[in-house]
């Protein structure tokens, strides 16, 4: 795709690492060997004239194009109505394809860059790891992606059936293209329409997320009960979860049966807009997007029905071909939600 004028944009959730035992969910074992140099994880800052509202590394996602980023609609959406509503309101994104990429690593970029906010945010030279990130020209929402509100400073959905005929998608396009790293292959149009020949199959999910400990089942000691005990640090790198079998498939959506107490992995905050993938269990891996984490039905991480946007879909291919042939920042937005909220003049 060819590459465009630079355009100010933003950027959502991730992966675990625990030690499992008898009373303990694992979640993922940490990318030593970058089996998954294609998943990344997006960070941004946004700044209301100037000043920073929010800095720091949050969801998952993965390279489909040498300068396209795809990950989940939620991790971008709710920043589109405070760009076209909120006076001064400007979002940048940054995408980091190293397996251990911290909110230090971030802000200490921001320092070597010598970005304009870098006196705003918290650098520790000691403990870095080291990670690159890579600016985001654009970033687009797909066009039907459910409306959400923000309520007293928390995002609301509107109204959950609508949601559920939604197409939770987003992509980033980058400034400059990543030569050192393939693209993934997205999963062709209607794959999972056959949905009786994949029921069953092993699932593998891969993204960035939270350490903590949590027992089965869960012990209510986090507001709201039902929480995971003790939890432990940050969401800094890239794991790999056996997140169960393929359980079912929907006209938008797949879910895994991720069921901890038989000793499937789980995914958590952070792990959301991160890649699909069939295989594991001991084997290998095909590295096909086959969907984009989108929600979770159950609270605190416990594993169970997490749903990932279909990424076969007509709605999803129709976007994802739209962005990939567009030549420049206007048709780019023009293809996603941000047209609607009158941002692409």
């Known amino acids: 795709m060819k590459k465009f004028d630079r355009l100010m944009s933003i950027a959502g959730l ?31 800052v946004t700044t209301v004239f100037g000043a920073v509202r929010f800095a720091g590394a949050y969801c998952s996602g993965s390279l489909i194009a040498e300068d396209v980023f795809l990950t989940a609609g939620h991790c971008q959406f709710f920043d589109t109505p405070r760009l076209a509503e909120v006076p001064g309101y400007a979002v940048e994104y940054w995408v980091s394809f190293d397996n251990a990429a911290s909110n230090n ?134 794991r790999i979860a056996d997140i169960g079998t393929l359980q079912g498939v929907s006209k938008l959506w797949m879910t895994p049966t991720q069921n901890n107490a038989r000793g499937e992995d789980s995914i958590c905050f952070g792990d959301s807009g991160s890649p699909l993938f069939f ?33 076969d879909t007509p709605q999803a291919a129709s976007f994802i071909s739209c962005v990939m042939t567009a030549s420049s920042v206007t048709e780019v937005c023009e293809c996603g939600i941000e047209d609607k909220f009158g941002l692409c003049d």
């Open 14 to 44: 991730l992966m675990i690492l625990s030690i499992p035992n008898s009373s303990t969910a694992n979640d993922g074992d940490f990318d030593a060997d970058n089996d998954f140099p294609a998943v990344g994880r997006i960070a941004a």
């Open 105 to 238: 690593d971030f802000f200490c970029y921001l320092q070597d860059i010598d970005h304009p906010n870098k006196n705003d945010v918290a650098c520790n030279p000691g403990t870095t790891n080291g990670a690159t990130f890579h600016k985001a020209l654009a970033s687009v929402v797909h066009p039907e992606y459910a409306p959400i509100v923000d309520t007293n400073g928390t995002s609301k959905i509107l109204d959950l059936l609508i949601f559920q005929e939604s197409s939770d998608l987003s992509l980033l396009i980058l400034e400059t293209s990543i030569d050192d790293i393939t693209p993934l292959e997205v999963a062709p149009l209607r794959t999972f329409n056959r949905k009786s020949e994949f029921l069953g199959q092993p699932l593998t999910a891969v993204g960035y997320g939270v350490n903590f400990h949590k027992s089965i089942p869960a012990t209510p000691d986090q507001p709201g009960g039902n929480g995971p005990t003790n939890f432990e640090g940050s969401a800094s790198f890239r």
């Open 279 to 311: 295989g594991r269990f001991g084997g290998e891996v095909d590295q096909t997007v086959s969907g984009v984490l989108s929600w979770g039905a159950s609270p605190w991480c416990k594993g169970a029905h997490d749903f990932y946007s279909r990424v």
